[in-house]
């Protein structure tokens, strides 16, 4: 398959394809706690007892060595680190052999899928021989992302700049592809920008949310993946924070979303029980993909840890700046749940496989169970990148506490996923990453954009 040169053809003779991937909005909550309440069935509760620590740490490691042959394969077919351009990138692309894999049938809808953790799932989505159509308005994205993500997987995907606020830019290709299911990671995503533009946040993520809803139900497809946070748990009342724990009030308008989006959705399965729905909750994500060619690409200040940490190894701020030192913790300094990237991609395929069960409607935590503090997060990626990082610790912010760490046994039991990577690996592909792109995605071609647009032909 000559990708660059049909994409010339699809260019100047399907014009009517590309008005579908013009404009679009995708991938960037308080009520009193006894309203968001949330039933668990026995089973799981039962399937909880059944984790045995060493199945755990076998499957750890084995999860580990798969890892380790897929990077080493993955450094031996390409060192994409020498593809300075997206004509080269693309080049790559084109004499790399694409097999069709026919394990899955229908394709799978991606929304944001450009983004940071949707890069990384539907490279998984690929990799798993799943066939992908992404959908983003490249609002905190950008085609980079998708042109690397073909690369690494030798195979293409689907994609168009389309706004998840107009339901007319959907239908188009709700009736193009034969879609089984969705990965919905579309949303405007930062907490404190969510504080100061609130209406943004609600018209974005929860009217966007709905009118998914609305076309997928138009045409029968009842099958989706909720990218929720954690975020909805409020200040938790049990910790780790378990599937059970009481959701909100939550404080910011961001979360409030979220907490929103899952209502809906709980209502939406109720109402029809053709709807199955799992909601995935996750705490802290970092890292990148262990090739270093895809990555968090944040715009402006960053508004979590690890990208902040990062930019202040690159000198573009002169310390990281520690809320708090005073904490009953470790070393004073509060301490949460991190996650690989690579590991909530991966979280996210195992709910697509469980959505072939038709499970109704499931919320799951996705996290590692372990926490770390700010000062061992500083320290590990000094240890990755070889530089002493400068911090000032200050007093703690309204609201923060001590601890928050996930409980995901339930994840464990009835999706079989574990994460596999620890603090080290997060920080050593995280300034991989950095390292071979200090300035994040190039702004990408004309020529990539049109090279992404014929992929929907």
Same mark, same amino acid.
């Given at each position: !398959?000559h990708l660059?040169? *049909? #994409?010339?053809?699809?260019?100047?003779?399907?014009s009517? %394809?590309?008005?579908?991937?013009?404009?679009?909005?995708? &991938?960037?909550?308080?009520?009193?706690?006894?309203?968001?309440? @949330?039933?668990?069935?026995?089973?799981?509760?039962?399937?909880?007892? /059944?984790?045995?620590?060493?199945?755990?740490?076998h499957?750890?490691?084995?999860?580990?060595?798969?890892?380790?042959?897929?990077?080493?394969?993955?450094?031996?077919? %390409?060192?994409?680190?020498?593809?300075?351009?997206?004509?080269?990138? !693309?080049?790559?692309?084109?004499? /790399?052999?694409?097999?069709?894999l026919?394990?899955?049938?229908?394709?799978?809808l991606?929304?944001?899928?450009?983004?940071? +953790?949707?890069?990384?799932t539907?490279?998984?989505?690929?990799?798993?021989?799943?066939?992908?159509?992404?959908?983003?308005?490249?609002?905190?994205a950008?085609e980079?992302?998708?042109?690397?993500?073909?690369?690494?997987?030798?195979?293409?995907?689907?994609?168009?700049?389309?706004?998840?606020?107009?339901? @007319? $830019?959907?239908i188009?290709?709700?009736?193009?592809y034969?879609?089984?299911?969705?990965?919905?990671?579309? #949303?405007? /995503?930062?907490?404190?920008?969510? *504080?100061? %533009?609130?209406?943004?946040?609600y018209?974005?993520?929860?009217?966007?949310?709905?009118?998914?809803?609305?076309?997928?139900?138009?045409?029968?497809?009842?099958?989706?993946?909720?990218?929720?946070?954690?975020?909805?748990?409020?200040?938790?009342?049990?910790?780790?924070?378990?599937?059970?724990?009481?959701?909100?009030?939550?404080?910011?308008?961001?979360?409030?979303?979220?907490?929103?989006?899952?209502?809906? =959705?709980?209502?939406?399965?109720?109402?029809?029980?053709?709807?199955?729905?799992?909601?995935l909750?996750?705490?802290?994500?970092?890292?990148?993909?262990?090739?270093?060619?895809?990555?968090?690409?944040?715009?402006? %200040?960053?508004?979590?840890?690890m990208?902040?940490?990062?930019?202040?190894? @690159?000198?573009?701020?002169?310390?990281? /700046?520690?809320?708090?030192?005073?904490?009953?913790?470790?070393?004073?300094?509060?301490?949460?749940d991190?996650?690989?990237?690579c590991?909530?991609?991966?979280?996210?395929?195992?709910?697509?496989?469980?959505?072939?069960?038709?499970?109704?409607?499931?919320?799951?935590?996705?996290? $590692?169970?372990?926490g770390?503090?700010?000062?061992?997060?500083?320290?590990? !990626?000094?240890?990755?990148?070889?530089?002493?990082?400068?911090?000032?610790?200050?007093?703690?912010?309204?609201?923060? +506490?001590a601890?928050?760490? #996930?409980?995901?046994?339930?994840?464990?039991?009835?999706?079989?996923?574990?994460?596999?990577?620890?603090?080290? @690996?997060?920080?050593?592909?995280?300034?991989r990453?950095?390292?071979?792109?200090?300035?994040?995605?190039p702004?990408?071609?004309?020529?990539?954009?049109? =090279?992404?647009?014929? !992929? &929907?032909?």
């Amino acid at each position: !398959m000559h990708l660059i040169k *049909t #994409a010339v053809t699809t260019v100047t003779t399907n014009s009517h %394809i590309l008005s579908i991937h013009e404009d679009a909005l995708v &991938s960037r909550s308080t009520r009193s706690k006894p309203y968001f309440t @949330q039933e668990r069935q026995d089973t799981s509760t039962k399937m909880l007892n /059944k984790i045995d620590n060493s199945q755990h740490q076998h499957h750890c490691q084995v999860m580990q060595n798969r890892q380790q042959n897929r990077r080493q394969t993955i450094e031996n077919s %390409i060192n994409i680190s020498t593809c300075e351009s997206t004509e080269a990138l !693309m080049e790559t692309l084109e004499n /790399k052999t694409i097999k069709k894999l026919n394990s899955h049938e229908g394709y799978v809808l991606v929304t944001g899928g450009a983004g940071y +953790i949707g890069s990384h799932t539907v490279l998984e989505l690929l990799i798993c021989g799943y066939n992908v159509v992404v959908v983003d308005n490249l609002s905190n994205a950008c085609e980079e992302s998708l042109i690397r993500v073909q690369t690494l997987a030798g195979r293409p995907l689907k994609f168009y700049h389309a706004n998840i606020l107009d339901e @007319q $830019t959907l239908i188009p290709i709700f009736e193009k592809y034969n879609i089984w299911a969705v990965l919905h990671f579309a #949303a405007l /995503k930062a907490v404190g920008e969510s *504080t100061k %533009i609130p209406l943004d946040y609600y018209w974005n993520n929860v009217t966007g949310s709905l009118n998914l809803f609305r076309v997928m139900e138009r045409f029968g497809v009842y099958n989706i993946v909720f990218s929720s946070s954690a975020t909805v748990y409020g200040q938790p009342d049990i910790i780790p924070v378990n599937e059970k724990c009481s959701l909100g009030p939550v404080t910011n308008p961001y979360g409030k979303t979220k907490l929103f989006i899952e209502e809906a =959705i709980r209502d939406m399965c109720v109402a029809n029980n053709k709807w199955n729905a799992i909601l995935l909750r996750y705490f802290n994500p970092t890292g990148a993909h262990p090739s270093g060619v895809i990555g968090e690409n944040p715009r402006g %200040i960053p508004n979590n840890l690890m990208p902040y940490v990062s930019q202040v190894v @690159q000198g573009r701020f002169p310390f990281v /700046k520690i809320f708090g030192g005073d904490y009953d913790t470790v070393d004073g300094t509060g301490v949460r749940d991190y996650i690989h990237v690579c590991d909530l991609a991966t979280g996210h395929v195992a709910a697509l496989r469980k959505l072939k069960t038709k499970p109704g409607c499931v919320a799951y935590n996705l996290g $590692t169970g372990v926490g770390y503090s700010v000062l061992e997060i500083i320290k590990a !990626m000094s240890r990755a990148c070889g530089k002493e990082i400068p911090y000032q610790i200050t007093k703690r912010r309204p609201g923060d +506490i001590a601890v928050v760490t #996930a409980d995901a046994r339930l994840a464990n039991a009835e999706l079989g996923w574990y994460p596999k990577y620890g603090l080290d @690996q997060m920080c050593q592909d995280l300034w991989r990453w950095i390292d071979s792109n200090p300035l994040g995605y190039p702004e990408s071609s004309n020529e990539a954009k049109q =090279i992404l647009q014929q !992929m &929907s032909a």
